[in-house]
């Protein structure tokens, strides 16, 4: 969603946009005027679908399960990935390649030479990892620690995850890198942003760590701007979002909504018993899903957050990244509870951040989820923070600095722009980006 955000924006500025990508989103990417390239069967798995297509996957927790998802969900298909490019290219030339940062086969294309391939921009769509001294690594979830015991322990920490963990699933990453394009992987997988031409970062330096060797090549965008509402409906209680009584807003997103008890459950029957509306977003499940709900609860498949959000007081989040800005865009504090996935470096953030409470587990108990709202709701430093982040995310137009990244790293003669404009073969209207 959010790259085709990105499609829509190019297309509408006058580029050639190719999108390559799984065939269940073929239509989605032609609705956004972009032409769908549909990735090879072998590299086309469904990540919605992950513990159907491997039904091992959903008994493995912890480091177990991050090193099933490396090996199965983003290495595996590196090599079709890549071919996929490849034949891309061959059939088209591109001035740049947009990519998310997990798409393997674009790291192994960004092995060669920059006069023998496009510009590759990673976008980035979950946190910023990185690999210096002052972080710890990408995926344990813990924020910065100040000073050389901080140093210390994000050295022993990295030996660890390095060589212990994923050890033997990153010698496969960088054995098949080498077979492919003749060397090892630069760099870690985890953090491509010193090894790439331009890495932009949907998010503002103030939800994200401070490091002192940031590379030069990182942008940071803030959030990408959500799509407007549909004209539709309002729910019967719409109105009630008015009264004075707090308004809690609980979502486990449109992908991780497969098991309530989680986190929505937990929610409404913790918050039973508090002076607040608690509104339920189920992201397109029926609303029986959520079983029986008290008299303060009102629960809905969708809701309009360009409406919703200015009257919500609180959030209760799995932690979807963008879902999280987009609370915190309209200085919402949050309460999070999310440990899988890119969710454990993102609830870890609403924590450091001061803009919400993280309780570091995938599924909440109610006593301590209300508790944590209550807080939240009526501790000022909360909310103090969010909008602090808030007012730094409405300083940002992402696409206007994704624009500007584009504009500088794509040579001048390809967007039309060389000595001789009028000779050049390709106009600003007329490049190609993917």
């Known amino acids: 969603m959010p790259l085709l955000t990105i499609a829509r924006h190019l297309v509408g500025r006058g580029d050639r946009v190719r999108f390559l990508t799984g065939r269940k989103y073929g239509e989605a990417v032609t609705a956004a005027g972009a032409r769908f390239i549909p990735l090879p069967v072998d590299a086309d798995i469904d990540l919605d679908r992950a513990n159907e297509l491997f039904p091992e996957r959903a008994a493995l927790t912890g480091a177990a399960g991050i090193r099933f998802d490396l090996r199965n969900l983003f290495i595996a298909p590196a090599r079709d990935q890549l071919r996929a490019l490849e034949d891309a290219l061959a059939a088209e030339p591109a001035d740049a390649i947009l990519t998310e940062g997990l798409f393997v086969g674009a790291s192994f294309l960004n092995q060669r030479p920059r006069a023998q391939r496009p510009a590759i921009i990673p976008l980035g769509i979950f946190p910023l990892g990185g690999t210096g001294a002052d972080l710890a690594p990408f995926g344990t979830g813990l924020p910065p620690m100040a000073g050389p015991i901080g140093r210390l322990r994000n050295r022993a920490l990295r030996l660890v995850t390095d060589k212990a963990v994923f050890g033997p699933v990153l010698g496969e990453l960088d054995a098949a890198c080498e077979e492919l394009t003749g060397r090892p992987l630069d760099g870690s997988l985890f953090d491509r942003a010193p090894y790439c031409d331009a890495y932009v970062q949907f998010t503002v330096p103030s939800f ?15 959030p990408l701007p959500s799509a407007p509402s549909r004209a539709a409906e309002l729910p019967d209680w719409w109105a009630e979002l008015d009264d004075p009584r707090p308004v809690v807003h609980v979502t486990q997103g449109t992908v991780a909504n497969r098991d309530f008890s989680l986190l929505v459950r937990p929610a409404i029957d913790g918050l039973a018993d508090r002076d607040v509306l608690v509104v339920v977003s189920t992201g397109g499940r029926p ?14 498949r969708y809701l309009p957050y360009d409406l919703l959000l200015p009257k919500v007081d609180a959030l209760v989040s799995n932690g979807g990244y963008g879902g999280v800005q987009q609370a915190l865009s309209h200085g919402i504090p949050l309460v999070v509870a999310g440990q899988t996935e890119d969710k454990i470096e993102v609830t870890a953030r609403v924590g450091w951040s001061g803009a919400g409470i993280n309780l570091r587990t995938n599924r909440a108990e109610p006593a301590k989820l209300a508790r944590a709202v209550d807080r939240v709701l009526g501790e000022e430093s909360y909310r103090t923070a969010a909008r602090r982040i808030g007012d730094d995310i409405r300083a940002t137009d992402a696409l206007a600095t994704l624009d500007a990244v584009l504009a500088a790293v794509i040579p001048r003669e390809a967007a039309g722009e060389g000595p001789d404009k009028a000779a050049a073969t390709d106009s600003a209207a007329d490049r190609t980006i993917r």
């Open 208 to 222: 994200e760590y401070p490091r002192a060797d940031l590379p030069s090549t990182v942008r940071f965008a803030g």
């Open 287 to 300: 609303p029986s899903a959520v079983g029986p709900v008290p008299r303060n609860v009102r629960v809905e």
